[in-house]
């Protein structure tokens, strides 16, 4: 079947407004995504957001073929889908298995076919439609939908960070957990350092989560405080009926245009100092200089070009950038891309096979990790660490890492997040342990916030 979409273009005067009235009127729905670049000029930028709300057709499947599912679900509708990837695909892809607890309960796969799809760029919002649908009635409706007074948020390279969690202020709301204490964190770096010294793996991507339970928040007001504190080029809000994703992520996992994929890990990280430029730029420059960081970064490079080349075109998978360093809000990043050309015997869908879990998410070499990650951590990591985007007609796609995301279970009033580090020989425990919290700033920032104005 090929779809009958077809799109109308609206000029935009303000593009900010544009986006915050689109992201409320796409709320109204029980399935939506509203994927947001906030203007970030990085490699591979096609747009400035895309969206797509209503449920025409959907699937939703677990780890064992779903991989070829939804590859028949794109081939049958011909048509815009946005969806997501779950961590546990790997028990499909790698062969593993998954036995961890799991409070948020969204599916390993699951894609829809959306009544309406928008992507708006400088040029304009355009508007996609099936028959018998009036463009101009949604652009007319989203015009109408009321402007919110602007969150408080500094611009996207002057954001202070923190290293320390902040307590949340509101004295009703439910307590934040942990799942790993301070010391149970570092025994277990120490124990991962074991297996790394016996041979066993050279680098892990150890995650710990955060939760509450019994917590009734507003997704749509977290997520706008979230972004507001934290504007990120893999921006996302994810709803499937009661099911929330609030994602603040800096990370591609992976791209399709036309044949060419780009993949860009990340892998090192340090605070930053915006309020002081030359102590800013000395972290900066600590970051480029540091082995470790290098190190780290070099092996996730190696193992995604060994997983591109097992579909792309011999001789076309080449590192386009090495060690970039990229500022954000709270942290500058270490960003290497990493490129190849679709093989011609290949399809779109064995670019995510080859590559599925990626590899920033799980370390090296990953069938072994896979395993350890499993042994190691307390939850099952589900939606996070997985991936979140797009696939249109022909097939193109982007992807993004769901990290530095807030996870929510509105039917459950279970709220999750969580944050990990690369683990290495040369890995400080106690360094790993101020990483997570510094990841987890904004995010922590942002409960804190929205909690005490529920509260007040």
């Known amino acids: 079947m090929t779809s009958k979409r077809t799109f109308t273009t609206f000029p935009v005067e303000d593009i900010l407004t544009c986006k915050q009235q689109l992201l409320s009127w796409v709320n109204r729905f029980s399935s939506c995504c509203f994927l947001d670049n906030h203007g970030y000029a990085m490699p591979g930028g096609r747009l400035e957001c895309l969206a797509g709300a209503g449920e025409m057709a959907s699937i939703s499947v677990g780890a064992g073929g779903a991989f070829s599912a939804l590859e028949v679900f794109h081939r049958y509708h011909k048509d815009w ?10 028990n499909e892809t790698e062969q593993r298995t998954s036995g961890l607890p799991d409070s948020l309960g969204f599916p390993d796969l699951r894609f829809f076919v959306p009544r309406y799809v928008f ?5 304009g919002l355009q508007i996609g439609v099936l028959p018998g649908e009036s463009p101009e ?3 007319a409706a989203i015009c109408a939908e009321p402007v919110a007074p602007p969150q408080a948020a500094a611009s996207p390279r002057a954001v202070p960070a923190g290293t320390r969690p902040l307590p949340l202020a509101a004295a009703a709301a439910p307590p934040l957990q942990a799942r790993f204490t301070h010391d149970d964190y570092l025994d277990t770096v120490h124990h991962l350092q074991r297996h790394i010294a016996r041979g066993d793996c050279y680098e892990v991507t150890f995650c710990q989560e955060f939760f509450m339970e019994g917590v009734d928040i507003e997704p749509l007001q977290t997520f706008q405080a979230l972004d507001a504190l934290s504007p990120q080029p893999h921006a996302a809000y994810y709803k499937l009926g009661d099911r929330f994703l609030l994602c603040a992520s800096p990370e591609r996992y992976l791209q399709n245009e036309k044949g060419h994929l780009l993949s860009q890990p990340i892998k090192g990280t340090a605070a930053r100092a915006p309020e002081d430029p030359e102590k800013d730029q000395a ?19 190696d193992l995604v070009r060994n997983d591109l080349s097992r579909v792309c075109a011999e001789g076309s998978v080449r590192v386009n950038e090495l060690w970039g360093i990229y500022a954000f809000p709270q942290v ?24 599925f879990p990626m590899g920033s998410m799980t370390g090296a070499p990953k069938r072994r990790v896979l395993e350890l990650i499993e042994q190691y951590e307390r939850t099952k990591r589900g939606l996070y660490s997985g991936a979140i985007g797009y696939i249109d007609p022909e097939g193109n796609f982007d992807f993004a890492v769901v990290i530095r995301s807030l996870l929510y279970n509105r039917a459950g009033k279970y709220l999750s997040f969580s944050v990990g580090s690369a683990i290495t020989a040369a890995a400080d425990p106690e360094a790993e342990y101020q990483e997570c919290l510094l990841k987890a700033g904004a995010i922590k920032k942002t409960l804190e916030s929205v909690l005490s104005s529920a509260s007040a």
């Open 119 to 123: 992507l708006l760029s400088a040029e």
């Open 332 to 355: 500058f990043q270490m960003i290497s891309s990493i490129e190849g050309d679709l093989a011609k015997d290949r399809i779109w869908v064995d670019a995510l096979k080859a590559t």
């Open 81 to 90: 889908v946005f969806g997501h990837l779950g961590y546990d695909l790997k």
């Open 283 to 301: 972290l900066r420059d600590a970051l480029l200089a540091s082995p470790k960081e290098k190190s780290e970064n070099v092996m996730i490079v």
């Open 137 to 139: 009635a949604i652009w």
